[in-house]
């Protein structure tokens, strides 16, 4: 599939979302595309009007998904009997946050349309205030999931101010507690952010093994990981030397695969916490809840192939921010930073890659 790098232009772009298209619900995932190669405009496609009831908040108005069903390689399991203890389940940890509900629901959507058995996808979705659960079940009628309600008063006084005020919100920090609000059963979590979409089977994701390690992730060794920390962190040996014996690299949490059962056992969420508190009093990083999971797991990280974290999609917003995918295979696109491709989509003024994202928004348009 590389010789499509070689056409620049829309035709490049069409041929970008016949090879991502989701109209196929199994396929292998898809080689390297640079996004220079594409036009700055691209003709997104068209929707059919939902049939279902209006939503009283244009915000919360999507229309429901095609059903999916388990291929036959899926074998059966009595999923009704067992519920979330169900060994053959594949978990999914991610929030519903209003800000950015639309990207969770694509998120889950793409999740379905790449899954060889998606009736095998048990969804745990985290919330801090508003009841989503009808607008869950109106959307994914067959959908495995369960709510979970998460309290932002457990963080409001750990939270720290942020260089994006996005960063501060308490539900960015939900993630640190998955450990407490899953149910004990639960042994594995892939948690992950409400801005992305696979192109490939979670399965394979789900399947990695984490050795001795408590959490798998794409590892960025090539970054400056200094930055991560501010001048007095690096100065202070009580701080700085918590990497000593450690080679720490980048990685994003926005995905993860988490041991849950070596998380409890260690006690990770205190450990996070205590970092937390560090920062309100001695201001030893300038980010949101990033730096306390690199200063607990940063070098004890199970790594996972770079394909499963195409991440930074999102630039600034600014124009000609527009970021190009990394080189090498693609199982999952990620639009970590402040744009967010359904905002630049509504804007009329869409990064190319955004129309990668665009099949699998069920949003419905206000008339």
């Not at 196929?24 to 405009?41: C, G, M, V």
């Not at 919360?60 to 979330?84: I, L, M, Q």
């Not at 308490?170 to 004990?184: I, M, V």
């Not at 990620?334 to 630049?344: D, E, I, T």
Request: hydrophobic share 40%; charged share 20%.
């Amino acid at each position: 599939m590389l010789w499509i790098m070689q056409f620049p232009g829309f035709f490049s772009a069409a041929m970008m979302m016949i090879v991502l298209s989701p109209s196929l619900q199994s396929f292998p995932p898809a080689e390297a595309i640079r996004s220079s190669h594409l036009d700055s405009y691209i003709r997104l496609p068209s929707f059919q009007v939902s049939t279902s009831p209006d939503s009283q908040d244009d915000r919360f108005s999507f229309r429901k998904a095609f059903e999916f069903r388990n291929a036959d390689e899926c074998g059966f399991a009595d999923h009704k009997t067992t519920g979330v203890c169900d060994p053959t389940l594949v978990h999914a940890a991610i929030t519903l946050d209003v800000q950015y509900l639309r990207g969770s629901i694509a998120a889950v959507h793409s999740i379905l349309q790449h899954s060889l058995c998606p009736e095998n996808v048990f969804f745990h979705f985290l919330v801090s205030e508003t009841d989503m659960e009808t607008l869950v079940r109106s959307t994914f009628p067959q959908l495995k999931f369960k709510v979970y309600y998460f309290d932002p008063e457990i963080v409001r006084n750990l939270i720290s101010s942020s260089v994006r005020q996005a960063l501060e919100q308490p539900l960015n920090y939900a993630r640190n507690y998955l450990a407490d609000l899953l149910e004990p059963c639960v042994r594995r979590v892939i948690y992950l952010d409400s801005d992305l979409v696979f192109v490939d089977n979670i399965s394979k994701l789900w399947s990695t093994n984490l050795r001795s390690r408590t959490i798998g992730a794409p590892e960025y060794c090539h970054a400056n990981f200094t930055k991560y920390f501010t001048n007095s962190f690096w100065s202070d040996d009580r701080f700085s030397g918590t990497f000593r014996g450690r080679k720490p690299c980048y990685f994003n949490t926005g995905v993860m695969v988490i041991d849950l059962v070596r998380w409890r056992r260690a006690g990770f969420t205190r450990r996070i916490e205590r970092w937390m508190e560090i920062q309100k009093s001695n201001r030893i990083y300038e980010l949101g809840s990033l730096p306390p999971f690199l200063l607990v797991f940063a070098g004890r990280v199970a790594p996972i192939e770079h394909r499963w974290n195409q991440h930074g999609l999102g630039g600034d917003n600014v124009r000609g921010s527009c970021r190009d995918l990394h080189p090498g295979p693609i199982s999952l696109l990620h639009w970590s930073g402040s744009g967010k491709p359904w905002l630049r989509l509504d804007s009329k003024r869409p990064c190319p890659l955004d129309a990668l994202w665009a099949p699998y928004d069920l949003y419905r348009h206000p008339h």
